[in-house]
């Protein structure tokens, strides 16, 4: 049997299970987004006339900014800390084991049980720890009610995804900086330079590829989410956190607005791919 088909029939497995599970679904979705399916009622063919609505839906141009503020917020702060981290992990690979691993356990841990401990934290009155720290320490004039207010909803869901997501950074930074050669730190240190000298003129740049790669991988995960703003906040109040991810939700499943909802989805896919094709252009021209 030649090589070939043999290779295609190892695969063909994987071919039809990718698109029995993927492939099949986003093009049902991009279809159904052009009716209006309204519950168990008949399906009618609209065109464009979803999209056209989601974008003079003023309740979606704040879903959109909320998506772009909480994806860029997390994307910011985890990479940062976990950027940071690494590089101050990299003078003492062999004592901050256990550190790295309990902080890349963050990452571990599902977004919906990252929510409920988070709600734990932000908990109004002295019932939650954060809360209750302030007030310890005669600071109770700044406890409040962190997931209730709209100004401070969408700051708390962005502490809780950034502590979830801090692990990957720092796993992917370290590596970058672990592999640059010894020799080279080795000669900066024998000519006097300083740890934050290094960290900033040597390590940084030459780590820039594993946080490159972490920057790619939270934007994606932050722009997709929906458990921690479910478990969280639940889109509130009054809409205040609610995501595109969450948005597809509520039209889809609670107000039964199919096709509204799935268009919402498309638009979400779309920015997927806007963020994730040069990445992946960008990796596969490097691998040639």
Not at 8 to 37: A, C, H, M, N
Not at 106 to 132: K, M
Request: charged share 10%; glycine share 8%; net charge positive.
């Amino acid at each position: 049997m030649p090589q070939s088909v043999t290779a295609f029939l190892l695969l063909l497995p994987v071919v039809i299970l990718f698109g029995l599970s993927v492939i099949y679904p986003v093009i049902e979705t991009i279809r159904v987004s052009f009716w209006e399916i309204r519950g168990l009622g008949k399906p009618h063919f609209v065109g464009f006339d979803n999209y056209i609505r989601l974008f003079s839906d003023p309740v979606f141009h704040g879903t959109l900014l909320t998506t772009l503020i909480f994806t860029l917020g997390v994307t910011f702060v985890a990479v940062a800390i976990g950027w940071s981290l690494a590089l101050l992990c990299a003078f003492a690979p062999k004592q901050t084991a256990i550190f790295r691993l309990m902080v890349f356990a963050t990452f571990g841990i599902s977004e919906a049980v990252a929510g409920y401990i988070w709600i734990s934290i932000f908990r109004p009155g002295e019932a939650g720890l954060l809360n209750g720290i302030l007030t310890a320490v005669g600071l109770e004039q700044f406890a409040q009610p962190w997931l209730g207010g709209a100004n401070t909803a969408l700051i708390a869901l962005i502490v809780t995804a950034s502590w979830s997501a801090v692990g990957l950074p720092l796993l992917l930074s370290f590596a970058s900086v672990q592999a640059i050669p010894r020799s080279i730190l080795e000669a900066a240190y024998m000519d006097g330079a300083k740890p934050l000298t290094m960290m900033w003129h040597i390590m940084m740049p030459l780590s820039l590829p594993g946080a490159r790669v972490a920057i790619f991988l939270t934007l994606l995960s932050s722009l997709r989410a929906f458990d921690i703003v479910f478990v969280l906040t639940a889109g509130g109040p009054a809409r205040a956190t609610e995501t595109v991810g969450f948005f597809m939700y509520r039209e889809s499943m609670t107000q039964f607005n199919l096709g509204y909802g799935a268009a919402a989805t498309v638009i979400l896919l779309i920015a997927v791919l806007v963020v994730s094709t040069p990445a992946i252009a960008q990796r596969t021209k490097g691998a040639k």
